[in-house]
């Protein structure tokens, strides 16, 4: 049953990947403004134009210039970029291990604290704590990424000290930028924790556990937490697209490199072939994060694997 | 019959939101904000537009109790007048956002198969995908400037408005009095629009309301690549990225403005999650 | 015998302790590492292979040397070529070589480098830099000559390029596509450490070098042991790198910062003449601006002393034609001269038919003049923008902004959808008026979409007919000269180029000899001891 599920959405995924790439290509190529005229630079003839656009084979039909793309993407090769001159494949390569860093981190802390907070939020409900509560998990998410991260350099690296302005150096370098990210993801972690607590605490079964003589606790933290991270976790597995390619303006501020930064860049001077690539690559990991947050929710719940029978 | 009266009950129960103090405060403010900007052209002392090269980066002060930009601009007028901007780009946004989402969260829930899977699979992706990424390729298809940045808001957030309706319908669909509708002879449309829409409507309604908070977010981020509402219009986040550059000899271009995001962000979320309680849906507000 | 063994063992042991803390000394006087931040012009360049790429940074001229440099007033200096040689018809240049030049590699530079190095431009995005010279011939192992396809009095400029650096053949050649990513040889004052693309360059002394230009004044190796070039995007983060030490010289200090950067007890600012301007195309092809005289009270309508001081503090210069003040091409007819004169303008629009009406904006067969100005999603650019319509409503035009990304706006010249555009550019040679002016280049680069004959045949005898670089200078100062009588454009601003470094931890030359902070000027720069 699992089984048949997961692949039955594992086939889907592969038809659904090519209409994404035409979706892709078509978005990209309908952009205005085209590479080669950042290519060109003062000297360069008109007639030096054409030839360059027909060297990267922008003067043939849209329709040949797709299948080239998605042959050339079949086999492996994601090409060449036109402006940033390097293969796809080693540019994405490069900047993949940064984002995976802070991403993955900040991910991390704000999954941890997020959770402590929404259960520390649940467990206040109804107390006049519960509004202090909320209003700390709120602070990081109300204000932009780019505030945050300006707020953070100025007081732990200018004043204090304690860690570099900027760069991607070391793990000192990690932490502001990790720290902002992580602190505007907060909010949505404590809230869906919370209401997860609050849905299962009201079932049948947690009634019963109290009849039966059970501690808060125990039922906190041996009943309720589990099932409670369950809808946690598969929002979560969604959430991988902004693991990859959310940090852009954190990246910026703190000068360090990323999948973000990459296809910003790229998009500002209309690098089709990386543009194209890095977007079909983070669809790719967004559908397989998808899939996989959809099995762990229906391994879990009965609902789901009664309709897949 | 029954979805009328729920619609009568929801529109007290809303009410009860203000009952409790965080609700008179965080709903006070709120609604002070939009006297604010409703009459910015009555309480604002200067043009937002007009320049004063002489006076540029003046302090805080009399006549101009925020200071004044680079451009010699009274901080306070546009500050007001941005509120102006970001509440209607948002709520614009997220109005839009509510719309499409819920018919096609209506849809999908009510037809099922594959038609479901598909709208769902689409859907799910413009969520995962981070929301800056999706204006940044919005931007560069129509440009920056407000409606791009009403656009990309809107998408960002369709994803969460129709999964909630979708989830509402499929829980509706299997319950009796639907059935019972459809048997007496009702066409699908009548069933989705009078009695499957109203009940997913509390839930939805409020989780725009949370939304309108993280749109005004994203506009300010917008703002910053310089990519939201363009010279001369006054918007908090086109305050705060021009001001980073006058950071260190005119702090105020950016505090206020950044302290207005703050402060309406808040006062928007805790507001929501009091008619959360008032409206006793918890149950149904996933976001 | 004891005794003997001792006295040796004690004599040896006392000679050592007393060689190594010398050393330790020496090494500490030499460890010296610089932190640079790159200006934001210079960021993201993925390759260092001059010949192939189409943007470089400042790394790549440490990295490697060119046969000429240009110094801050435009002339050339000698470099890995000592002395140079045109025929009177400009067909063809000798080029006498430096003597015991090595490259990182050990390969050594000869004329045989140079037969190598000029082909290997065929068929790639620079070769326009190398298309006048047909061929090269070895006249003795230190001298080469040019034979030219035609008259290229610009030869000297190009050779002057960071594009023209010269790299090692026997690695460029064995590398191919590959050369410029991990590797890069060259015969600079620095070698290629490690480069992470879009985060920073590392470069470290090369001990062997011994040739610098006249431009230098450490004609030995560089003092600074290593170079780390950093790409931080985000202004204000690169100012608060230099304040609080985390970089030791910034390149390229934007005017907002810098009354900030001059207030630092630590932080001394360079003031170089800048390479470029901001200008306003008027598309000659929309009404209003069909109208020359339309076109001529627009200029004048423009305050270029009032963005001086207002928007940019005194600093940089004004901007009254199309080209830098240090170009001889730019010393044009004081009355060709662009500047302010209100009067004038709004004379100029009464006549045009133009009158003042209520509201301040004019009208004509009650169509008001509004009109489409259009600018890039840069702070720089937009804040000129605004000002620049501030001043046109003071003499009744009103102008609408619309702000479009780089890449976007080029397609909307080529769509003649715009009617005036803010933007600038970034060159020191006269060529650029054939770059925004030419016929043949009608939408983008040209976006005052302008062409007539006059211009066409100015233009051709200046890129292609002039002999020698008296006759280049005189030739291109006729093409501006009336480009400026079409009132094409309005200068608006030139921008000086600003440095700001830690004085605490680095040393720099007062000078800056070249029109760039170069590689001429690393050679001097030494942390303080």
């Known amino acids: 049953m699992i089984l048949k599920y997961s692949l039955q959405r594992l086939l889907m995924i592969i038809p659904v990947s090519l209409a994404i790439s035409v979706v892709i290509f078509l978005i990209v190529h309908l952009l205005p403004g085209d590479p080669i005229d950042n290519l060109i630079r003062v000297g360069s003839s008109p007639e030096d134009r054409i030839a360059l656009s027909a060297k990267y084979g922008l003067d043939r039909s849209l329709i040949a210039q797709y299948f080239l793309w998605i042959g050339q993407v079949m086999t492996g090769d994601f090409g060449q970029a036109i402006v940033l001159r390097r293969p796809v494949a080693d540019l994405i390569a490069q900047n993949l291990p940064y984002s995976l860093q802070l991403g993955g981190l900040a991910f991390l802390f704000s999954s941890i604290v997020g959770i402590i907070l929404g259960i520390v939020a649940w467990a206040s409900r109804n107390t006049w704590g519960e509004q202090l509560v909320k209003g700390f998990i709120l602070l990081g998410s109300t204000v932009p990424g780019f505030w945050l991260a300006l707020l953070m350099i100025l007081l732990f690296a200018v004043n204090l000290g304690w860690f570099p302005v900027s760069g991607a150096r070391d793990w000192t370098a990690l932490v502001l930028p990790v720290l902002t990210i992580g602190f505007g993801g907060i909010a949505l972690v404590a809230r869906v924790t919370r209401v997860a607590l609050l849905e299962v605490g009201k079932q049948d079964f947690i009634t019963l556990l109290h009849a039966k003589g059970l501690s808060r606790t125990a039922i906190l933290f041996r009943h309720l937490i589990p099932h409670a991270l369950l809808p946690v976790v598969t929002i979560l597995a969604l959430r991988i697209g902004w693991i990859l390619g959310g940090a852009v303006t954190v990246e910026f501020v703190f000068g360090r490199s990323g999948l973000g930064s990459l296809l910003i860049r790229a998009l500002g001077q209309r690098d089709y072939p990386v543009v194209q690539g890095s977007l079909l690559m983070l669809a790719l990991a967004v559908m397989i994060g998808t899939l996989i947050g959809d099995i762990a929710q229906a391994a879990m719940d009965p609902r789901i694997r009664e309709a897949t029978k | 019959m029954t979805s009328a009266i729920l619609n009568r009950l929801s529109g007290f129960a809303a009410l009860r939101a203000f009952s409790s103090a965080i609700g008179m405060i965080a709903g006070g403010f709120l609604i002070l904000l939009l006297l604010v900007a409703f009459f910015a052209p009555w309480i604002t002392p200067f043009d937002v537009a007009t320049q004063n090269l002489a006076n540029a980066n003046a302090a805080p002060g009399w006549p101009h109790i925020m200071g004044t930009d680079e451009f010699g601009r009274d901080v306070f007028s546009r500050v007001v007048y941005g509120a102006r901007t970001s509440l209607s780009v948002s709520a614009t946004a997220i109005g839009i956002s509510v719309s499409v989402g819920m018919l096609l969260g209506a849809a999908a829930g009510y037809f099922g198969g594959m038609f479901e899977r598909i709208v769902m699979t689409v859907v799910d992706l413009t969520w995962s995908f981070p929301d800056i990424l999706i204006a940044l390729i919005f931007v560069a298809i129509i440009g920056p400037g407000l409606t791009s940045t009403t656009f990309a808001i809107a998408i960002a957030y369709l994803a969460q408005f129709t999964r909630l309706t979708r989830a509402q319908i499929v829980r509706l669909k299997n319950e009796t009095f639907v059935e019972a509708t459809i048997n007496l002879g009702a066409t699908p449309a009548h069933v989705v629009l009078r009695h499957l829409l109203p009940n997913a409507l509390a839930p939805v309604i409020v989780v725009g309301m949370l939304a309108v908070g993280d749109g005004i977010v994203l506009e300010a981020t917008l703002g910053f690549f310089g990519l939201g509402a363009q010279p001369p219009t006054p918007s908090w986040g086109a305050m705060m990225s021009s001001g980073t550059a006058q950071l260190f000899i005119a702090p105020w271009v950016i505090i206020y403005p950044g302290v207005a995001v703050a402060i309406t962000v808040i006062a928007v979320n805790l507001f929501g999650d009091e008619l959360v309680r008032a409206l006793d849906i918890r149950d149904r507000v996933r976001s | ?529």
């Open chain 3, 1 to 529: 015998m004891r005794h003997l063994k001792k006295l040796r063992l004690l004599s040896s042991s006392a000679l050592l302790s007393a060689s190594i803390v010398t050393m330790g000394f020496s090494s500490i006087a030499m460890a010296g590492k610089a932190t640079v931040a790159l200006p934001s012009g210079e960021l993201g360049a993925t390759s260092y292979d001059p010949i192939r790429s189409s943007k470089l940074n400042t790394a790549t001229s440490l990295i490697y040397d060119r046969l000429v440099e240009q110094d801050a007033d435009q002339s050339f200096h000698p470099h890995l070529a000592t002395s140079w040689t045109e025929s009177a018809d400009g067909m063809s240049w000798t080029f006498k070589l430096r003597d015991g030049v090595k490259f990182h590699d050990g390969e050594v530079f000869n004329a045989d480098t140079i037969v190598s190095w000029i082909p290997d431009f065929k068929d790639t995005e620079n070769a326009f830099l190398v298309a006048a010279i047909k061929s090269v011939e070895v006249i003795d192992p230190l001298t080469v000559k040019f034979v030219m396809e035609r008259p290229e009095p610009n030869l000297l400029y190009n050779l002057a390029s960071t594009f023209m650096g010269v790299p090692g053949q026997k690695s460029y050649d064995s590398l191919g596509e590959e050369y410029g990513v991990t590797t890069a040889i060259g015969t600079g004052p620095f070698k290629l450490t490690s480069f992470e693309i879009g985060l920073e360059t590392v470069v470290t002394r090369n001990d062997d070098y011994a040739w610098a230009s006249d431009l230098s004044s450490n004609q030995g190796a560089a003092h600074l042991e290593s170079v780390t070039f950093r790409e931080i995007p985000d202004q204000s983060t690169a100012f608060l790198e230099l304040k609080t030490g985390g970089i030791d010289l910034l390149l390229g200090v934007p005017t907002d910062f810098l009354s900030i950067l001059k207030a630092e007890k630590n932080v001394g600012v360079i003031t170089m003449a800048g390479t470029g301007i901001s200008y306003m195309p008027i598309n000659t092809t929309s009404a209003p601006f069909d109208d020359i005289k339309v076109r001529q009270a627009t200029a004048l309508a423009v305050n270029q002393k009032s963005i001086l001081e207002n928007v940019y503090k005194g600093v940089g210069s004004e901007a009254n034609h199309f080209l830098i003040d240090t170009l001889p091409a730019g010393d044009v007819k004081k009355e060709l001269l662009v500047s302010f004169d209100s009067a004038k303008a709004n004379g100029l629009l009464d006549k045009a038919g133009w009158a003042m009406g209520d509201g301040g904006v004019r009208m004509k067969d009650g169509v008001p003049l509004q009109v489409k100005l259009f600018t890039q999603n840069d702070s720089d650019l937009k804040r000129l923008t605004q000002v620049v319509q501030a001043q046109l409503k003071d003499v009744g035009m009103d102008a609408v902004i619309t702000v479009f990304d780089s890449s976007t706006i080029r397609d909307e010249y080529k769509k003649n959808a715009h009617q005036l555009a803010v933007r600038s550019y970034d060159w020191n040679n006269a060529d650029i008026l054939e770059w925004f002016f030419s016929g043949t280049r009608v939408g983008y680069p040209n976006v005052s979409m302008w062409t007539d004959e006059k211009s066409e045949m100015l233009k051709d005898t200046a890129m292609t007919k002039s002999t020698t670089s008296a006759e280049r200078v005189a030739n291109f100062k006729a093409y501006h000269e009336h480009i400026l009588s079409s009132h094409l454009f309005v200068p608006l601003y030139q921008p000086a180029q600003n440095i700001a470094f830690n004085k605490d931890t680095v040393t720099v030359p007062e000078k800056v000899r070249g029109p760039r902070f170069r590689s001429q000027t690393f050679v001097d720069i030494d942390v303080v001891k």
